[in-house]
């Protein structure tokens, strides 16, 4: 025969039985939810890091680019710069070479003027020599 004391628990025990497995299901439940969430929570955390990833690719691409289109203007502006100061140079040195040309052409008239006066002088003067000597 059983104790009284298990008769009395008998009634009691099933519900209490039944309500400690029900909290203990709630609990992993809950606990299942939570690790779902965590889990999530992470996933999301991982789709966020990896969603600013690639913004900063797309950012440091952008730079780059932006960079390289910089420098390919700074180029060009070189570029023409260098273009002016080659022209400028390259006439400079045809007003030089004008310059030395109109010199030499003034030298080489100056010497015929010169020359020319100086033979006329010679043959004025020795023609007075001649017909002075010539009187004589």
């Not at 709630?26 to 991982?46: S, W």
């Not at 913004?55 to 952008?62: D, E, N, S, T």
């Not at 710069?81 to 003034?106: G, L």
């Amino acid at each position: 025969m059983p104790s009284p004391l298990m008769t009395l628990a008998a009634p009691v025990a099933v519900p209490l039985a039944s309500l400690a497995v029900k909290t203990i299901e709630v609990v992993i439940e809950r606990q299942q939810i939570l690790n779902a969430t965590k889990i999530n929570e992470q996933i999301q955390r991982q789709y966020f890091l990896r969603f600013l990833g690639f913004i900063a690719v797309i950012a440091l691409a952008y730079l780059f680019w932006s960079h390289s289109a910089a420098l390919k203007e700074q180029r060009i502006q070189n570029e023409m710069v260098h273009q002016r100061m080659e022209a400028e140079r390259e006439r400079k040195a045809q007003m030089e070479i004008s310059r030395q040309k109109h010199m030499y052409d003034a030298l080489i008239y100056c010497v015929t003027v010169f020359g020319a006066a100086g033979v006329a002088v010679a043959v004025v003067g020795a023609t007075i020599v001649f017909w002075l000597f010539r009187k004589q």
